[in-house]
């Protein structure tokens, strides 16, 4: 479907293009000195001590959880309103997820009072999701983690370059794992970051990236190595020298691009207050920074959501749902993985319409959106 206003674009120009073209001259695909300068200029963007660039977020959040000690028959609590890579990823080390309630109807993020109460002496970890780069409470979370004896995972996939109180989204726990999938807020077409201020959590992390091994092709090709040793049972988790020449480009825009992004947000919000005040756009109270990854809106109880969809995708308008909760899927049936209360979860997944969001979005594209909108409702 051609729409006349998409749900998320890029922003790819010539300097990606350049980039890509000069790896390819170069002969060397592989992990080398383009990830190494990637991985650099990331944890210097985002004050990350340690940034290792991976194929996705979900191999982040995979690695994240082994590095955090999740074993089978453990319990990692996490948000149900999210994409299902964040449970998946538990499933992959025998754990369990444990879904968590939200916030409530202005901030659809974990609650910690939710992840409070569905504590067990079983529970491990928790894995907070920065909803649409909104930070989730941290410090609460934090002091919840450390009286209880849990590790902090974020899934920080919406909240590349946003911040609480100075502090990079993705730096506050253990480990931060960023996406630069293709609708991120940068993008690599796939791709992923770690983020961590553990040096011993870091090279835990860069042997399990690539199968465990001690010494990897690039070590080899330099000259620096013969052979290797085989320490951990690792993955092949790595990124390419293709893919990091776009991250990094990619990375020289966000600041500029999210900045964009949080404008654009605001016109929305400015407009919708005045033409469809029935429409709530959620986070209305800072929290911190944000990236501005989506633009999420609530309709009024009771509104067909598919017949306003439908209504938008008439006038060429693309409109999306973040999320389908991942206990109401066939794959995480309701009795086979535990949880206490959801209804916060429910009532916002039943009403959220997620607007058209990105850097090349014009004033006069948003006032169409925002028009249509309101004739939907009407
Ligand atoms: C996109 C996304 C992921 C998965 O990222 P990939 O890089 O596509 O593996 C995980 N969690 C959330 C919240 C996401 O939006």
């Known amino acids: 479907m051609a729409w006349q206003i998409p749900l998320s674009d890029i922003d790819i120009g010539p300097e990606e293009i350049d980039a890509v073209q000069k790896v390819l001259k170069s002969r060397w695909l592989t992990m080398g000195a383009v990830t190494q300068g990637f991985e650099q200029e ?32 453990d319990e990692v609590i996490l948000p149900s309103l999210t994409f299902v890579a964040t449970a998946n990823a538990v499933r992959y080390v025998g754990a369990v997820p444990v879904f968590a309630d939200i916030e409530g109807e202005d901030n659809f993020n974990i609650s910690p009072d939710s992840i409070r109460q569905n ?5 491990k970890a928790v894995i907070v999701v920065h909803y649409a780069g909104y930070a989730c409470d941290m410090p609460r979370i934090i002091a919840i983690a450390n009286e209880f004896g849990l590790v902090v995972i974020e899934d920080a996939a919406h909240a590349t370059g946003a911040r609480l109180k100075g502090i990079s989204l993705g730096n506050w726990g253990l480990v931060g794992c960023h996406s630069f999938f293709s609708n991120k807020n940068m993008t690599t077409g796939e791709g992923g970051m770690l983020a961590t201020q553990d040096d011993a959590v870091a090279d835990r992390l860069r042997n399990l990236r690539s199968h465990g091994m001690t010494s990897l092709t690039w070590d080899r090709h330099q000259g620096h190595a013969y052979t290797y040793d085989v320490t951990d049972l690792g993955f092949n988790y790595r990124i390419d020298e293709i893919r990091s020449a776009i991250g990094r480009e990619q990375l020289a825009k966000l600041g500029k691009n ?33 990236s501005c990854h989506i633009l999420p809106s609530l309709l009024p109880a009771g509104t067909n959501r598919n017949q ?7 006038q060429g308008i693309q409109t999306s749902i973040h999320y389908p909760p991942i206990h109401t899927f066939h794959a995480y049936r309701l009795e086979n993985f535990p949880h206490g209360d959801l209804s916060k979860t429910e009532d916002v997944a039943s009403r959220e319409v997620t607007l058209p969001l990105y850097p090349g979005l014009q004033e006069e594209q948003i006032a169409r959106v925002v028009q249509t909108a309101a004739a939907a409702l009407r």
């Open 308 to 314: 306003f969809m439908d209504a938008m995708k008439a």
């Open 119 to 123: 504590i067990t002496a079983r529970t």
């Open 42 to 73: 990331f944890a210097r963007f985002t004050g990350a001590r340690h940034a290792i660039a991976v194929t996705n977020a979900t191999a982040a959040l995979h690695l994240a959880c082994i590095v955090a000690g999740v074993q089978a028959g």
């Open 258 to 290: 999210n900045a964009r992004r949080r404008t654009l947000t605001e016109m929305y919000r400015e407009s919708l207050a005045e033409f469809v005040p029935e429409m709530n756009i959620p986070f209305s109270h800072t929290h911190g920074e944000s």
